[in-house]
């Protein structure tokens, strides 16, 4: 076992094969060189986050290379008010918030390519739920804003952790040779006799892992690369380093794993990483490993190295601490499958990018000093309060006195000398300029980070009309468009990299519940060889957040400039849904389920009579009139003047009719259905529409005013300014542009 303290060097265990000797020299090559000058940039993003645990009085020791404590007196105070944390906090939420909109783009003009476009959708909304990359996308989110560098790692995991599925056997008719699943060729021909007559055999079968695609985290301090190369894709070679248990190396790689013991190994990342895990903002322990720790950790090192002199086409390898090849994969597995090119299933997220080298960096390193310095300003003040603000008596020597307690109502009793007596002396007042130095401290730590009071949801000194409002906050957030963008681009890769190691490795299909037209719910399956050449593209603008209050504002711009027909059932309903109100439509909940009954009800018909048609279920009705007749006496749908709410009607059946499922039924009965419209709801709707008077207006008490009403109404508001018709004056579909706040 390795001592700690202890770090690999060139030198490789004596059992080692020839081959894992020359694997062992190459990943060792790799670590050392990526390790030249990192230590500049790990102690800065160490400080950062200790900085915002709250251990902020501390300074880097050179000869030692780590953080320590500053040596100070005792009576010193080291008062913290952490400005770092909150505005971490704002500006991590506003990564958080980031939801990318993916879309697929077809890569050949083939039919096959656009339907696989179209799907594309699906198959990443299949692919983030299985996989947690919203939970990886948090976590982050946290080291993106810290150290300016946050990583997701993308992986299928075979574990037995995600379940196994049984798969049989087969035997060849021809010759009888037994083969198990994985002894199975891909061209499914026998590899003694040649013959492709096979059969199953159920006792030769085997449970194969399900596999399940995998979206983690990784932080800086576990990713090694190349500084001087900028971009991830050009590096050549990649390098992650991570700590795990014992007992889980054994369970994930088996047999591989037999004689690997714990190394504990003393590397400056790793003595970073372990110490945050027991970091808080009273103290911790010291930076490496506890001696409870030792004995159970296993550092593995996993190489993706696209290309070099010795694996020209690359590999894939994982090794112990103690210098175990566990894992091999040559060539280099991570390839796309139409031309063959290499790439990282690692997405690197960068906050803001730094000409000329690997890692970016974050508005926190700015922010340190300000930190550091409102602590000694802050402390300077306590320390003229206990000092120099509090009072003092002066006693005449030789003069007796009572002690001075300073309780309430206290009597002093004491003998005068030549006439003097016991006299209290005010403290001195810290000078006001300190305090206009914090506060001016404070103002530079939000120009510094962008997190005005707008980004932190106070209102902004007097404005309160909500679109003003708005428009500050996309200023604000206009301030962080780089971030933004960098994110977009990282997402677009990660999408096509996710996309293609799902299909490369899914064997058996994913089954998601998908919300009907017709009502009801369909399971669909999703398997990674249905997925063609398809490219993913993130719409441009989805990656900056949006309020609620922006989306109102952009619907009143487009109802002022005439885009939107409010009275238009299909505009309004659409409105309702995307600002999250369709409840407060009178009874909309009820009528959207029966709407979505009834297109389920005509669906279940329609798919019965056909088949009746089809398999001469109907006698005696040879002439299509007849079948007609018959069709309209048995159709389900039977419309209703008074209780229906033909708006909600007329929106939902037209949405079902532009269907697939609809539009694959026979022409007829599309009629039937367009005729059901028309007749049933549609008179009423342009009834509605017209006078204000129809069956759905009554009942939800939409009425129009009276002459009355309208005079009292312009009495009321006379003596008010009236609204001018330009933006922020004119009033929408929702009230005035301002969002109705004074």
């Known amino acids: 076992m390795l001592s700690l303290g202890q770090l690999p060097n060139k030198s490789t265990r004596g059992d080692a094969s020839d081959e894992d000797v020359s694997d062992i020299n190459i990943l060792l090559d790799v670590y050392d060189r990526f390790k030249r000058r990192r230590w500049v940039f790990e102690r800065e993003w160490y400080r950062n986050i200790i900085f915002y645990i709250g251990q902020q009085w501390v300074v880097y020791d050179d000869g030692s290379r780590r953080w320590r404590l500053r040596n100070l007196n005792s009576w010193i105070p080291t008062p913290v008010t952490n400005r770092i944390a909150s505005t971490v906090n704002v500006i991590r939420s506003s990564i958080v918030q980031v939801n990318p909109a993916f879309r697929g783009i077809p890569t050949q003009e083939t039919e096959q390519s656009v339907l696989a476009a179209n799907a594309a959708d699906r198959y990443l909304d299949v692919i983030i739920n299985e996989s947690g990359f919203r939970g990886a996308k948090r976590r982050m989110a946290s080291w993106t804003t810290l150290t300016g560098n946050g990583f997701l ?55 194969i892992p399900q596999g399940r695609l995998r979206v983690s985290a ?20 990649l390098l992650i380093v991570e700590q795990k248990s014992l007992d889980g190396v054994k369970q994930t790689y088996g047999d591989k794993a037999a004689e690997v013991e714990a190394d504990n190994l003393s590397d400056q990342s790793l003595n970073y990483t372990s110490s945050l895990a027991h970091m808080t903002g009273s103290g911790g322990g010291p930076v490496g490993r506890s001696g409870e720790d030792e004995g159970q950790i296993v550092t593995l090192f996993r190489l993706y190295l696209k290309t070099s002199k010795d694996y020209p086409d690359g590999t894939y390898l994982v090794m112990s601490g103690d210098q175990h090849i566990l894992e091999k994969k040559t060539p280099y597995p991570y390839r796309y499958k139409a031309t063959k090119r290499p ?15 690997f890692w970016a960096k974050t508005p926190v390193d700015d922010l340190i000093p300000k930190q550091r310095q409102r602590n000694e300003v802050e402390s300077l003040y306590q320390t003229i309060l206990m000092r120099c603000a509090n009072p003092v008596w002066l006693l005449p020597t030789g003069a007796q006195s009572s002690p001075i307690t300073g309780d309430p109502a206290v009597i002093v009793r004491y003998s005068p000398v030549g006439g003097q007596k016991p006299e209290r002396l005010e403290g001195a007042e810290a000078p006001a300029s300190i305090i206009t130095f914090i506060q001016q401290i404070d103002q530079d730590f939000e120009e510094i980070a962008n997190t005005f009071a707008v980004m932190k949801g106070k209102a902004p000194g007097s404005v309160r009309a909500a679109s003003a409002i708005q428009m500050l906050v996309e200023r604000g957030f206009g301030r962080y468009g780089s971030v933004f963008d960098n994110m977009e681009e990282a997402y677009q890769q990660w999408a096509v990299g996710a996309l293609e190691i799902w299909r ?57 400039w005439g885009l939107i027909n409010a009275q238009d059932p299909e505009q309004k309903m659409k409105i309702y849904e995307e600002l999250g109100a369709a409840s407060f439509l009178p009874g909309a909940e009820a009528d959207i389920k029966v709407v979505a009954e009834e297109n389920h009800k005509f669906m279940t018909w329609a798919q019965e009579s056909q088949q009746k048609i089809e398999m001469g279920g109907v006698q005696n009705a040879p002439d299509p009139a007849m079948i007609l007749q018959m069709l309209i006496a048995t159709f389900p749908l039977k419309g209703n003047p008074v209780i229906d709410h033909h708006p909600t009607h007329a929106v939902h ?12 039924l026979p022409q007829i009965f599309q009629d039937l259905f367009v005729q059901h419209l028309t007749t049933a709801h549609l008179p009423y709707l342009f009834q509605e529409a017209q006078t204000g008077l129809g069956m759905t207006g009554i009942m939800s008490g939409v009425l129009p005013m009276s002459d009355q009403q309208r005079t009292a109404g312009s009495n009321a508001s006379k003596g008010k300014p009236s609204q001018g018709a330009g933006p922020g004056g004119s009033v929408g579909p929702f009230g005035s542009s301002e969002g109705g706040t004074q």
């Open 153 to 207: 790692l993308t992986e299928f995991d075979t574990g037995p952790d995600t379940g196994t599925v049984f798969v049989p056997g087969e035997d060849c008719a021809a010759c009888g040779l037994q083969m198990k699943p994985e002894e199975i060729p891909a061209d499914m021909t026998c590899p003694r006799c040649g013959s492709t007559d096979f059969q199953e055999n159920v006792e030769n079968g085997t449970d």
């Open 343 to 357: 790439f990282y299933p690692l997405t690197h997220i960068r906050y803001d990018d730094v000409p000329g080298r």
């Open 504 to 560: 490369q490795n899914t064997v058996f299909p994913r089954v998601q519940a998908v919300a009907k037209k017709s009502g009801g719910w369909q399971f669909l399956k999703f398997l990674g060889s249905d997925i063609g050449e398809v490219d993913i593209r993130v719409e441009s603008g989805s990656t900056r957040p949006k309020s609620e209050a922006g989306r109102q504002m952009l619907l009143n711009q487009l109802f002022q």
């Open 653 to 664: 059946h037209r949405r079902f009719a532009l269907s697939e499922e609809f539009r694959a």
């Open 218 to 237: 990784k932080s800086p301090f576990e990713v090694y690369a190349d500084s001087n190369i900028p971009e991830l894709e050009d590096q050549t070679a």
